[in-house]
């Protein structure tokens, strides 16, 4: 018997109803930690050695978050919860379990365009990309959806009728 979460279709396509996903990539990446691990659907995201310093977020400047990766693809929702574990920059030893299927039960994709702005037709949002940060002992998880849009975000770019901001959907400190 099959462990694979039931397919439910998602609303790309209609701006008038909630934009909902069906699958979604995933990324994890840690800040001022030492030994971060991620464990997601069976795979670690991110295992860095026990000795292993990870920069601070602010060593890499305001927009670090555009970076985060999420080179996991087309993971059905919702394989389960992630697992992490790690030491922050004072050395105390963390770990949590993150409730992604309850951060997402609704499979609505979150973004912030509004919705005057979301493309008139067409697929207006893409899979959606969940990713995990571990800065120090703040564990937060984004929602990262390329949303296109009427216009262009960068005039004359005819490559830019869309947005991906991380929108932010949890947020602990340990």
């Known amino acids: 018997m099959s462990t694979q979460p039931a397919y439910v279709a998602p ?35 991110l295992r860095d050695s026990d000795e292993t310093k990870t920069p601070s977020s602010a060593s890499l400047g305001t927009d670090y978050r555009k970076h985060i990766a999420a080179p996991w693809a087309a993971i059905r929702n919702f394989p389960g919860p992630a697992q992490l574990s790690w030491r922050s920059k004072d050395g105390s030893a963390h770990e949590a379990t993150i409730d992604i299927p ?10 912030n365009v509004p919705s005057a702005e979301l493309a008139g037709s067409g697929v207006i949002a893409e899979d959606p990309e969940i990713l995990v ?42």
């Open 102 to 111: 309850g951060l997402f039960e609704d499979r609505v994709i979150r973004h």
């Open 11 to 45: 609303n790309k396509t209609d701006a008038s109803r909630p934009l909902t996903f069906a699958q979604h990539d995933f990324g994890a990446a840690a800040y001022d930690t030492f030994g971060c691990s991620v464990l997601y659907n069976g795979e670690y995201a």
């Open 133 to 174: 940060e571990v800065n120090d002992r703040t564990v937060n998880v984004y929602m990262r959806a390329m949303v296109h849009t009427r216009e262009l975000q960068i005039p004359g770019n005819k490559h830019s009728d869309f947005r991906n901001d991380p929108v932010l959907v949890f947020s602990h400190t340990y």
